[in-house]
């Protein structure tokens, strides 16, 4: 991603654009959207306040289908119930500064977040039939 963004010139405009309007970063737009990355440590557009570990959770054969308990808030704004996430090759958030909102958990660790207009998941909600965290975006626009 980052050597086509910056190959065609859309690095600095996709940074720009994301300090004016909302984005959503799924699993590796979420390290791209991140203000610290490591393993390996990479350049990325540093728009939200999160360090994340990338390939985290181990390999491709590692990746896992799980049902998650989201924290009160994800549901008074979108609808009770449990969560299904995909984690493909995901990344693990080791650090969310202290403007950013916890909105789900997996095994402690952060797993869906919110800072002001931006939202970020390290699973892939587009895989699933549930439509709440791409609803909780869209009431961002």
């Known amino acids: 991603m980052l050597k086509l963004l910056r190959r065609e010139n859309l690095f600095d405009d996709l940074a720009e654009f994301g300090r004016r309007k909302p984005m959503f970063g799924t699993c590796a737009g979420a390290i791209l959207m991140a203000r610290d990355v490591t393993h390996p440590a990479q350049e990325s557009l540093g728009l939200m306040d999160i360090a994340v570990e990338r390939n985290a959770y181990g390999r491709q054969v590692d990746s896992r289908v799980v049902d998650l308990d989201p924290e009160p808030e994800f549901e008074r704004r979108t609808a009770p119930g449990k969560l299904e996430a995909v984690f493909i090759r995901a990344p693990i958030i080791r650090r969310a500064g202290d403007g950013v909102r ?22 892939h909600p587009e895989l699933t039939n549930d439509a709440r965290v791409h609803n909780l975006f869209l009431g961002k626009l």
């Open 102 to 123: 916890v909105l789900a958990e997996y095994a402690g660790d952060p797993v869906l977040i919110e800072q002001g207009r931006h939202l970020v998941s390290t699973f």
